[in-house]
């Protein structure tokens, strides 16, 4: 099976501008998580989708959003850019039910905001 | 507030040394913690545990979660240079929302 896959990996962007990152899961999967790394936090949890539906959401401001799609799929949109969003976005899959919810991450969207 | 916490933060050893990483969590509602292996971007499952005292094995690398105590150990023996990685403890604390506490990272450093 092919793994997590996002697009694209790497991103340059201005302060006030808006970017959308993609995530494609893993067959079968119908769970996609959102993450932030940054060296400062860590690894911080930004939403979950199943089955189009957001089911969780992290301490993040509306600017971040995102969405899922009927094929599993899942987008991220960050809106009005500032410095400070400069991390890598993880992106995970996973089955999303059951108790064995192991998630699996793609290899992430580096973005720099200058 | 649900916290994940591991120690040491960084670690150097040569190879052949035992290493053993520290992950200790303070959540509401455990169900399961996972250890992660990132070399360069993508996080790498190795591990999931739920039961206490069940130790998983997978060649070098072992672990082992104490949920009286609330925390898991990740042993890895015989390092190799290979192993330098950060090592992520997480804990999964919702029921079925896809979220994740990770713990801030053991960056592990094998010098030949």
């Known amino acids: 099976k092919a793994g997590v896959t996002q697009t694209p990996r790497y991103l340059i962007k201005t302060r006030g501008q808006q970017v959308t990152l993609s995530c494609s899961p893993i067959?079968?999967?119908?769970?996609v998580s959102w993450y932030q790394q940054t060296p400062g936090q860590g690894l911080q949890f930004l939403f979950e989708y199943f089955s189009e539906t957001q089911r969780n959401k992290g301490n993040f401001p509306g600017r971040f959003s995102g969405r899922q799609f009927s094929n599993s799929r899942s987008e991220m949109n960050v809106s009005t850019l500032e410095l400070g969003d400069s991390a890598l976005y993880l992106c995970?899959?996973?089955?999303?039910?059951?108790?064995?919810?192991?998630?699996?991450f793609g290899a992430g969207t580096r973005l720099s905001v200058l | 507030e649900d916290k994940v916490v591991q120690s040491p933060l960084s670690l150097v050893v040569h190879e052949g040394d035992t290493v053993t990483l520290n992950c200790s969590y303070e959540v509401t509602n455990f169900r399961s913690l996972l250890w992660y292996k990132q070399e360069k971007k993508a996080p790498t499952f190795l591990f999931m545990l739920?039961?206490?005292?069940i130790e998983k094995k997978s060649g070098r690398l072992s672990s082992i979660l104490d949920k009286k105590e609330l925390f898991s150990i990740l042993n890895i023996t015989a390092t190799q240079t290979g192993d330098s990685a950060v090592y992520l403890c997480?804990?999964?604390?919702?029921?079925?929302?896809?979220?994740?506490?990770f713990g801030q990272g053991t960056t592990l450093q094998v010098k030949p």
């Open positions: 067959s079968g999967h119908r769970s």
């Open positions: 997480a804990v999964d604390s919702s029921s079925n929302t896809g979220k994740l506490i």
């Open positions: 739920t039961s206490s005292g």
């Open positions: 995970a899959s996973s089955e999303g039910t059951g108790g064995k919810n192991i998630q699996y």
